[in-house]
């Protein structure tokens, strides 16, 4: 699973229960749980959860189906309903301000927009940065 002593765990993490070594043709799943809370003491990590079913698991993990579309239902997709869809996910989960903000950041720092604007000690706390999200198709 790629686990090691640095991953760490927290809240909306899921854990599997299995009997048997976990990968072994023979291990059998038990169930699913949604951790609500890890407390660290010390040595000792105690992790709390909720019981879940593996549709839950499945769904938060955005599994897609990589199935062919026909023509039909090709024809059939409300494109400007995705696209919208996926504008408003990026605006609304601050995306868009995040990277907005990391790539303004990134380009104050170069040589050619310190030269082209005369300030050479110039930082991002220096500008004022207005985000505008413009369509790509």
Known sequence: MGLDFSTTVEA????????GEFGAEDAQQ????KITEV????TKTKISYELVSYDEVLA???????????QA??????????VSTIENQVIESGFAQEAGMYLATLAVETDEVKDLLGESELT?????VRMVLTRIL
């Open 124 to 128: 991002i706390k220096d500008c004022m």
């Open 60 to 70: 938060a993990m955005d599994i897609y189906n990589k199935s062919q579309l026909t």
């Open 39 to 42: 407390i660290e003491e010390k």
């Open 30 to 33: 038990k169930g699913y749980g």
């Open 12 to 19: 909306g993490d899921f854990v599997a229960f299995f009997s």
């Open 73 to 82: 239902q090709l024809n059939s997709i409300d494109e400007q309903l995705i």
